[in-house]
T-cell receptor, first 117, second 112 residues
């Protein structure tokens, strides 16, 4: 199946700094990618849809100025957490739809653990 | 996103037992999906269901897309220790919209 990678796998940063997380589709192109956030023992919550060549669309309640998304190419989307605070500590997961047999399915990255001190 | 009600929240089972979990929603979904997530990893797709009433198997896993398109269940037969993990259902409202809504997850712990 298609592979989605994320970098870094974990990052620790100081409060007030910005952190960039990369999501890459390794063997397929993705005009759309999705960013999710998962708090401990909770489900995945969709944050935003990343669109290649246009602005990202954010889910209700997600601050677009705080979570900057750039879909730079057909294989790369980046999420930048600006002025990070401890409450932004979470597991961030991206996904991209790719063809699997007859249907498209979502392929998820391995996630990025962000800890803000 | 849409609300999916997944149950049970957690279960402790003996190795060799069968496991069953389900998801319901007030919305009609075009696609139902079941994922497994291991600690510190992203979700991995187990089974995808595309048609109402569809019953699909993947090894010891069996899942069904409810006839009303508002529910789905996942069965795991003859559980083994590596079945430990968190299982999520997910629904996709439209075939051309890949946004997923996730259930709260079912944590499965297998006792050897």
């Amino acid at each position: 199946g298609a592979v989605v990678s994320q970098h870094p796998s974990r990052v620790i940063c100081k409060s007030g700094t910005s952190v960039k997380i990369e999501c890459r589709s390794l063997d397929f192109q993705a005009t759309t990618m999705f960013w999710y956030r998962q708090f401990p023992k909770q489900s995945l919550m969709l944050m935003a849809t990343s669109n290649e060549g246009s602005k990202a669309t954010y889910e209700q309640g997600v601050e677009k100025d705080k979570f900057l998304i750039n879909h730079a190419s057909l294989t790369l989307s980046t999420l930048t957490v600006t002025s990070a605070h401890p409450e932004d500590s979470s597991f961030y997961i991206c996904s991209a739809p790719g063809l699997a047999g007859l249907y498209n399915e979502q392929f998820f990255g391995p996630g990025t653990r962000l800890t803000v001190l | 996103g849409q609300q999916l009600n997944q149950s049970p929240q957690s279960m402790f089972i003996q190795e060799g037992e069968d496991v069953s979990m389900n998801c319901t929603s007030s919305s009609i979904f075009n696609t139902w999906l079941w994922y497994k997530q291991d600690p510190g990893e992203g979700p991995v797709l187990l089974i995808a269901l595309y048609k109402a009433g569809e019953l699909t198997s993947n090894g010891r896993l069996t899942a069904q897309f409810g006839i009303t398109r508002k529910d789905s269940f996942l069965n795991i037969s003859a559980s083994i220790p590596s079945d430990v993990g968190i299982y999520f259902c997910a629904g996709q409202l439209r075939s051309n919209d890949y946004k997923l809504s996730f259930g709260a997850g079912t944590t499965v712990t297998v006792r050897a």
